[in-house]
């Protein structure tokens, strides 16, 4: 929940350019990044440089080459050519390793046989340095190559570099993306809300749960909490998934999955899918549901 | 390594008292959880509630009931009563899913036949209630019942509780442990510095690397960063573990590694071992390494 919020954020604010996960190195384990490869990719990023979620779960693969790539070779256009020749149909370059507006330039008099798809800037001052690379590719007759940027990139980096139009038209996205520094946790925590058919609570001062299974109506304007019983207007969000330890139907594919959080996000107030809202999405409790909460259903 | 950190850190603030891993929930996915409590142990905490650690490494299990448990019988005792039957070596009994004092209360009440272990807190003013408790047990003749605080605990709030004096024996850690909110990631990477026998390195402005094999010397004040086959005084840090893909010895077992971490953070200073440390360890790079850094080992 916490990588998928974080890339919903990312790819609201990259407004139509690609975002990309290159999140692994910075996961919590191998599974981690598998996992978070998925949530971006459900909630909107293009693709994932995860060759394991390719092949686990259908993430499409996008990358480029590592700077240890470029210096493995015993020069950058050795590198480049070589990088090339092992992915013809996907040649995008990394072109900090050494002075990236030189690496700009060497690309003109790289073999035509080759069709440049891309280049990457890794470091240094994204909005000075995109616009001078973009004017070296467009000068070298190279107008369709497409420019990608990464390097501790998160949402407002993305959505400042957005509004600047700095030429970029991909961002690459790891540490914040799985590993956000202003929201590393998620608070929250599954409670017993019923056992034996009778709902059960907890009364710990602060941290007073409501009582009871629930159903939740998205309304056109809000979402509310109720009893599990009760029949309101509007989407009911929860279904029955298990039932005695077994799932009731198979998962539907990720593309629904992805479908579904894209048309979710398209029916959101604009003020409310902004970087920092200035009200939260209303959630409201029904009335039978906070009837049963201070009667307080448990006796002790 | 940053969770291996963070254990360091609560370790050293609750000055001898049990730190145990509850990470499992707050980690990036199961496997998350498991290496997570594996540092933890490593950096010098007691156990883990995460079974699979438990089984896996070997990590000692130390655990209590969760709220849930509570909740799902009918009052607290019978809950009290359930655990015991079934853990009657480890009875430990949280207190606070209705009222923290009223459960205390009730344990002078409870047979004499499971030997109660200890209580847990999790949530209200620890330094307020922990006394309290502690009174109401040593009233009751439990004066060898332990008390167990937990709950949105860092290093911290640790570090204030015992400066203080409350009266907690054990502190369980999950949230900050595994998702750090201070550091919630490392800014680390792999960084290729030879390759075929030659030096390498990356000249971005601002991301300049060090080319080239290197051994670190351990000196009693200091750690010196130098070229992999100088001699100089100290212990060297770094051994070759792996050649042509395969381990040349087996890992050495996990006691013996939490033994050294453990032995190492005995030679600190203890102005470095302070939680906000006022200056860093103390380290430095040798002339033979500053040297062919700044002569530019590869010729562009």
């Known amino acids: 929940v916490v990588v998928a919020s974080k890339a919903v954020r990312m790819v609201l604010a990259a407004r139509g350019r690609a975002v990309v996960d290159f999140g692994l190195r ?14 971006a990719y459900i909630a909107g990023a293009a693709g994932t440089s995860n060759v394991l979620a390719g092949l686990r779960f259908g993430v499409p693969l996008s990358g480029t080459m590592a700077h240890s790539f470029v210096e493995a070779h015993e020069d950058e256009a050795a590198a480049f050519a070589a990088f090339a020749r092992a992915n013809p149909e996907h040649v995008v370059l990394l072109l900090d390793t050494y002075d990236t507006l030189a690496a700009a330039r060497s690309l003109g008099r790289l073999s035509p046989s080759r069709p440049l798809r891309g280049v990457r800037l890794d470091s240094g001052d994204l909005a000075r340095e995109a616009p001078e690379v973009r004017a070296i590719l467009d000068g070298a007759g190279l107008a369709r ?62 941290k007073r749960t409501l009582p009871g299974r629930k159903q939740v109506f998205r309304q056109p304007d809000r979402d509310v909490i109720a009893l599990g019983d009760e029949e309101l207007a509007g989407e009911p969000l929860l279904a029955q998934v298990m039932r005695k330890g077994r799932r009731l139907a198979p998962p539907p594919p990720l593309a629904a999955v992805r479908d579904r959080v894209r048309d979710q996000l398209a029916r959101l107030p604009p ?30």
């Open 271 to 300: 003020r409310l899918g902004a970087l920092d809202p200035v009200d939260a999405y209303p959630v409201t409790i029904s009335a039978a549901l906070e009837g049963i909460a201070n009667a307080g259903a448990r006796g002790r």
């Open 145 to 206: 190559v497409r420019i990608f940027a990464s390097g501790g990139l998160d949402e407002h980096a993305i959505d400042e570099l957005v509004r600047r139009g700095t030429p970029i038209d991909g961002f690459g996205v790891g540490t914040e993306l799985l590993a956000p520094s202003d929201a590393p946790s998620l608070d929250a925590v599954y409670k017993l809300v019923e056992y034996d058919g009778r709902p059960r609570h907890k009364l710990s001062p602060g």
């Open 26 to 39: 910075r996961a919590a384990g191998a599974e981690a990044g598998v996992l978070g490869a998925r949530a």
